[in-house]
């Protein structure tokens, strides 16, 4: 007994140790002693953290008093075809190598490459394929592949159909819809006569699970490489169009995306271009607020440029993933830039303090600033974020609820949450920020809603009930920043 007693003492001794003399050790422990592998007998139980959890969203994700009757979503829109990535790459007679990012794919081999790079990573990525025939060939195996499935793709079809589940809802899409993404988008959509084309723009999606493995590569967690020889959302050449239609259409709310599509037309192209995109969403009327969904981007000029000089600052809103943010803070020279990229689960307090930066350099936490910014959704895995300045957004708690909700029922393919298929990942302590001061938060599965302040930005945590083997995986960030959105109040007496 006693040899038991002096065992705990001394593995008391050395943590606290560690607890006091190493910060980033320090936080390195919370996150692992919170991860449910070691609560196996509580996830067991008819009591588990996931059941208390999902009981808890039952209760407390409630609509807000005020909600959107018109939302106006654009403007990039596709037929995604999915399908297993190891499999048509194996079709391909490809052989599998060393990964490597490549910003713009000209070649089967830099598919591959950038294919292994973002799969060894467990990460989501974008390119932009700038051989017109190669690519024919490629989506021309893709759609003969075995099992090979066509869905509504592109961020403003996805958002829009996410957006028409609500029945008492209007929505106009403005983008390229060709005759088969016509075809299945959801009858409640309204897309005016001048988006529709004769052709589609078809997406390619690789898909690949958790512990896959090709080669030396293994996957870490689920998720796809994208790709496309895609010119009319590459120049958003249905913005002008989407812009016309709001007059008539009168929206309460606008979400844009596909900025990220312009940047594989190159510098010259995107640098016109952009600011004639910008030109037409500052003719939007300043009363009606807009979300801007950004994705995946490799060319920190061009990410600077709609962050610093040109879009964010005429936004009222963003959702984005971990990629997004560190690159967005890599752009921006911000907070956390000297990481190459996150590791694991990304730290909470890391996050915070690059969320918070983004909302004072480009947001309107001074009420002087003419800066439009006030909302920043963000989303990973394990949980997600609503960090929003005081005074122009209601029912965030319930929004950020409804967001991981939708994640963990949208990639297991459920209409409700099923406990047996979901695992909780997200750390139940954390620290509000990587420096001081800061607050060391817990989460309570009962109530589980993290509230924290740095000056007069206020954050909401939720986890995540992570499905273990999900369905599919493109388009839940879509998802999710529609269902934060429907679940938002944007509080009347606050112009933009």
Request: overall charge negative; some cysteine.
């Amino acid at each position: 007994m006693w040899r038991k007693a002096l065992v705990a003492a001394l593995l008391a001794l050395a943590v606290g140790y560690f607890y006091h003399g190493c910060p980033d050790l320090q936080e390195q422990i919370l996150q692992y002693v919170s991860l449910p592998n070691l609560q196996s007998s509580s996830q067991n139980s008819h009591n588990s953290l996931e059941k208390v959890i999902s009981s808890a969203w039952e209760t407390l994700i409630t609509l807000p008093t005020r909600q959107w009757s018109k939302v106006a979503v654009g403007v990039n829109a596709c037929v995604d075809v999915v399908v297993t990535g190891v499999g048509l790459l194996q079709a391909l007679a490809v052989d599998p190598g060393t990964g490597l990012n490549h910003e713009v794919l000209h070649s089967k081999d830099d598919l591959k490459e950038a294919f292994i790079h973002f799969m060894g990573r467990g990460a989501a990525a974008e390119r932009f394929f700038s051989d017109k025939e190669t690519f024919q060939r490629i989506a021309r195996a893709a759609a003969e592949y075995p099992g090979a499935k066509l869905y509504v793709g592109g961020n403003a079809a996805l958002i829009g159909q996410k957006l028409a589940t609500y029945p008492d809802l209007m929505v106009l899409l403005c983008g390229p819809v060709g005759p088969k993404l016509h075809e299945m988008l959801d009858e409640q959509i309204v897309v005016p006569p001048d988006s529709l084309q004769e052709t589609d723009e078809f997406h390619l999606i690789l898909e690949y699970k958790a512990g896959e493995q090709w080669g030396s590569t293994q996957a870490p967690q689920a998720n796809r490489f994208i790709f496309s020889h895609d010119v009319s959302n590459g120049k958003m050449s249905s913005l002008e169009t989407f812009v016309a239609s709001l007059e008539e259409f009168q929206p309460d709310l606008v979400v844009l995306s596909g900025l990220h599509m312009m940047e594989g037309q190159g510098r010259e192209l995107w640098e016109e271009r952009l600011k004639e995109a910008v030109s037409a969403i500052s003719d939007i009327r300043k009363d009606i607020p807009i979300h801007l969904e950004l994705a995946s981007m490799t060319d920190r000029d061009f990410m600077n440029s709609i962050m610093q000089e040109q879009v964010m600052p005429i936004v009222s809103s963003i959702g984005l993933n971990e990629q997004e943010l560190l690159f967005l803070s890599h752009a921006g020279e911000g907070p956390h830039a000297e990481l190459a990229a996150w590791k694991g689960i990304p730290d909470v307090g890391r996050v915070s303090d690059i969320l918070l930066w983004i909302l004072e350099q480009h947001g309107r936490t001074d009420p002087s600033s003419e800066a439009e910014l006030t909302r920043i959704h963000f989303h990973t895995l394990a949980y997600h974020i609503l960090a929003t300045v005081d005074g122009y957004w209601g029912n965030q708690a319930a929004a950020v609820l409804a967001g991981a909700r939708v994640a963990s029922t949208q990639a297991c393919g459920s209409r409700s949450v099923d406990i047996s298929k979901v695992v909780l990942k997200a750390p139940l302590e954390f620290f509000s920020s990587h420096t001081e001061p800061r607050e060391k938060l817990t989460l309570n599965p009962a109530e589980p809603v993290a509230v924290w302040r740095h000056g007069n930005v206020t954050f909401h945590l939720s986890p995540v009930l992570v499905c273990k083997q999900p369905l599919r995986t493109v388009g839940l960030g879509d998802a999710i920043s529609a269902e934060g959105l429907m679940y938002s109040e944007l509080k009347a007496q606050q112009p933009f």
